[in-house]
């Protein structure tokens, strides 16, 4: 699959886009590796000059503290010095602060005063799965029990047999939060489940990833043309006038959801024996589908958001689409090659590089104007290596699984 027709032996089977992609992982890892730890306990976000945000008493938010584990897991596969101490400060954190010790579950934020925001939402408790499989697979002790008992939590509060997904979010004391469902918790929470599914062996996970991509891309998203819906009431039923937190869960619809999906199908068409002929199907129609909505035409780069007559919402650029873009177009290269994938594979990786590394001091710009100036309406920084870090790894080993598996599976080369 080195070959795509006109365009010759593809890029990701390049030395020197190899080597490339390297040395990026590697300015992210020495950005964030000791910049954002906190001796007090979990990680800084950061601003543009890498320095911590608010740093006589910052927020730590569950989703920050589990990508730190679950990407210096990976460091710590590669055999990057330093790594192990990253997994073990956040693990503890996790354990000791964000997990209500009485009631069960883990709490989405803190500073050093105590509890921020109390509540427990799914999109949380995904990301704690996924830091503790990728522990797991990196040989931290604390990785079986971290799993075990976020595992019963989803099991038994969040997991809605009868929709075969998970509910969005309760209060402190379980109490839940009615009227919405989310795709966003789930999709994420189908990323962990596949990652607990390589890390244990156990095959509960991967029917539940199964079952999550069924409602949510089999079919909602395939009753809208291939574009995702993001918001839903408790019944599952598509509510297109939601309007909520603009960035977990703004208006419309958010193409760079559309690419994740792409790729994280994909892995489960593969995890899951390739028994799903309408898996490749799907992915290959949502990345068209971002490509042909969602990236702007003039200027480059995916918008944001677009309303539901897909004309764009919300017009500035961040850096996560471009990073799943990235993603996906690997994954699509490896399972359906051709130049269209091919083409838009390297056409992303154009524009991040030309736009986005910030060649000066490191990380990527996180958020840029329509017209792809940096800028820092929605974010405030550079607070999170994690998407970024995966796109410069994805295409690096093979399109069969969770980044943590094929670097095991290539000896940590």
Not at 36 to 41: H, I, K, V
């Amino acid at each position: 699959m080195g070959e795509t027709g006109q365009l010759g032996t593809a890029w990701r089977k390049r030395d020197y886009h190899r080597q490339w992609l390297w040395r990026e992982a590697n300015r992210l890892f020495d950005f964030f590796q000791n910049r954002a730890f906190n001796p007090l306990g979990g990680f800084h976000e950061l601003d543009v000059e890498g320095r911590p945000i608010n740093p006589g008493n910052p927020v730590r938010g569950i989703h920050s503290t589990a990508r730190m584990v679950h990407c210096f897991s990976m460091g710590s596969l590669l055999g990057r010095p330093g790594s192990d101490a990253i997994v073990d400060h956040g693990m503890k954190y996790l354990w000791e602060k964000h997990r209500d010790h009485e009631r069960g579950g883990y709490h989405w934020s803190l500073d050093n005063s105590g509890l921020l925001d109390a509540s427990k939402q799914g999109y949380g408790h995904a990301f704690v799965l996924l830091a503790a499989s990728s522990a797991k697979v990196a040989g931290h002790p604390d990785a079986d029990r971290m799993i075990a008992d976020v595992t019963q939590v989803l099991e038994e509060r969040f997991w809605e047999r009868e929709h075969g997904a998970i509910a969005e979010e309760f209060e402190a004391d379980w109490t839940p939060v009615p009227g919405y469902r989310g795709q966003n918790s789930n999709m994420h929470l189908t990323e962990a489940l596949m990652a607990a599914f390589e890390a244990t062996g156990e095959k509960s996970y991967l029917d539940k990833a199964e079952s999550i991509a069924d409602l949510i891309i089999r079919r909602r998203a395939g009753e809208n043309g291939f574009r995702v819906p993001e918001h839903f009431d408790e019944n599952w039923v598509l509510d297109k006038d939601y309007s909520g937190h603009e960035m977990f869960r703004p208006a419309g619809t958010t193409p760079g959801h559309w690419l994740e999906w792409a790729r994280l199908i994909l892995q489960l068409y593969a995890l899951g024996g390739r028994k799903h002929a309408w898996m490749p199907e799907a992915a290959k129609a949502l990345f068209a589908q971002s490509v042909a909505l969602g990236w702007d035409k003039e200027k480059g780069g995916f918008f944001y958001t677009l309303d539901w007559n897909d004309a764009p919402a919300k017009r500035y650029k961040f850096w996560w689409p471009m990073a799943e873009g990235a993603g996906a177009a690997a994954f699509l290269c490896e399972h359906l090659p051709g130049d269209f994938h091919e083409t838009w594979y390297r056409t992303i990786w154009d524009t991040i590089a030309r736009h986005f590394l910030d060649q000066d001091r490191g990380g990527w710009h996180e958020e840029l104007t329509e017209d792809l100036a940096p800028s820092y309406t929605l974010f405030a920084g550079k607070g999170d290596i994690y998407h970024a870090l995966q796109a410069c790894l994805i295409p690096l080993y093979p399109a069969t699984g969770s980044l943590t598996k094929g670097i095991i599976e290539a000896g940590g080369n």
